[in-house]
Nanobody, 122 residues
Framework: QLQASGGGSVQTGGSLRLSCVFS????????VGWFRQSPGQEREFVSA????????RYGDSVKGRATISRDNIKNTISLEINNLKPEDTAVYYCAARLYNYPSERPDEYIYWGQGTQVTVSS
């Protein structure tokens, strides 16, 4: 199971740190990542990280503003986004895939958390 947390309401320019805890199944040797989805939009890639963390990718929309990390002992990943913009408003999902390449394609991830809402007001 994946459990995401840390969402909330912030003003433009603020920061948020999202966390995701993996339980029940070890995710060593698995890439994990974050996606987001706004109403009426397709699920969008935000960031992904391989195990143990040597390979990292960011979506263009957050590049330069986001930092992803993973704690392989605590089985958690975190995503910090700075300088938040109203267009960052979405439900953010953590996900894991069977392979260790940090893919940008949501259809390549088979384990998904329930999502956490991030709302950025201007």
């Amino acid at each position: 199971q994946l459990q995401a947390s840390g969402g909330g309401s912030v003003q433009t320019g603020g920061s948020l740190r999202l966390s995701c805890v993996f339980s029940g199944r070890g995710f060593s040797n698995n890439a994990v990542g974050w996606f987001r989805q706004s109403p009426g939009q397709e699920r969008e890639f935000v960031s992904a990280i391989s195990w143990p963390g040597r390979s990292i990718r960011y979506g263009d929309s957050v590049k330069g503003r986001a930092t992803i990390s993973r704690d392989n002992i605590k089985n958690t990943i975190s995503l910090e986004i700075n300088n938040l913009k109203p267009e960052d408003t979405a439900v953010y999902y953590c996900a894991a895939r069977l392979y260790n390449y940090p893919s940008e394609r949501p259809d390549e991830y088979i384990y998904w958390g329930q999502g956490t809402q991030v709302t950025v007001s201007s």
